[in-house]
């Protein structure tokens, strides 16, 4: 029998603004999940939040992409929202962009990573949750831990990963369908490099390890601007990713956090800041952000979930957060002007632009004698 791990994630409303979601609402979500497990749906479930967002990660054996499944996380969003619509909380529903329900969450809103595999006797996982960030913000980590011996020794100590591995890789601003590709390193490393090179453009979307075909991460694809067709928020994805054996160890995927690298996200979305490695159930602050990523080690076994272990929450990860911190203020002090604030591509759905078309007609061309 097959486990398939869901992940799927959204911001359904905040307290104090942009900042961590009310405990009636995350009361409900557990009290939601508890109920599915008992009912069958899922063998087990657990409700966490990073930033403003709750995050159901699902372990059942209905495979990926399940109406059945994705349902139920909708509808309990859905319920979510009317507690933080009762609440009078800010941001209500904020993530469920579309009123008829399809059966799938994804390009409704909300972030979804999947992967369906058989149990190794032993199954360690990672779940990566990000906020005030979009899916690219994975790019630079899943290359270096996959692909770069600087971060996984694996590479050159593991024969089972001398092969290499296989990425998927998701052109996320075509949005008639999924356009995707599949690049093999290392022969095509290079190729890989100038695809990830831009984040807001080009994400990763799985990795598969080459020598036995098997799946070893999962991210969520979604860009909420391209759903909604306007600026409603950043996508705060979510990335499910195995660990050990013939993939990278657990602080193989760890290692390249530690750079507090810098990503578009944070206040309104469009500013770039240094992504803060922080502990379980954190909240959003600063400019309503930085942009911040939990990370929570788990073991699977026979679709029972361990309890986790909070892998930022170690004092190496302290320096880390001081490291991106000073990154932050030292960008941010740029304040609007260019590369500290996004770029037009990146602007395109919000106020700017109506600013420019407003300028626009102010001005004059002036002729050359």
Known sequence: ????????????????GH?????????????????????GLLSDCKVTFTGDDICFLMAHTRGMD??????????????????AKSQGLYGAGQDLLKDAFSGNVRGMGPGSAEMEF??????????????????GVFNYPLLSCYADPYHNAGLLLAPDMHAGFTYTVMDVNYTEADKVIKVKVPEEYYDLCTLLR????????????????????????SRLHNIAGKYVGKDDPV??????????????YLSPWALAHFTLGDN???????????????IISYFDGPTIVSAAGYCVH??????????????????????????????????FFNPAMAGMDELEYTGVMENLKRIETKFEVRSVK
């Open 268 to 282: 309104r979305g469009s500013h770039h800041v240094a992504v803060m490695p922080v502990k379980q159930n954190s």
């Open 118 to 135: 058989e149990e190794r006797q032993a199954e360690p996982f990672v779940l990566f949750a990000a906020d005030k960030c979009g899916p």
């Open 302 to 335: 026979e679709g029972k979930f361990t309890e986790a272990v909070d892998l930022f929450d170690q004092p190496f990860w302290d320096l880390i957060r001081t490291k991106a911190s000073e990154k932050t203020l030292s960008i941010r002090a740029q304040g």
């Open 19 to 39: 900042n961590r979601p009310s405990n009636a609402m995350l009361a409900k979500a557990t009290e939601l999940a508890d109920a599915a497990v008992k009912k």
């Open 1 to 16: 029998m097959k486990t398939t791990l869901s992940a799927i994630k959204a911001d359904t409303g905040s307290v104090g």
């Open 66 to 83: 399940n109406p059945d499944i994705h349902t139920f996380a909708w509808e309990s969003f859905k319920e979510t929202t009317a507690i």
């Open 239 to 252: 990335a499910i990713v195995r660990t050990q054996k013939q993939f990278p160890s657990t602080g193989e």
């Open 198 to 221: 831009d984040p807001n453009h080009y994400v990763v979307e799985s990795v598969t390890h080459n020598a036995s075909g098997l799946q070893g991460c999962a991210v969520s694809t």
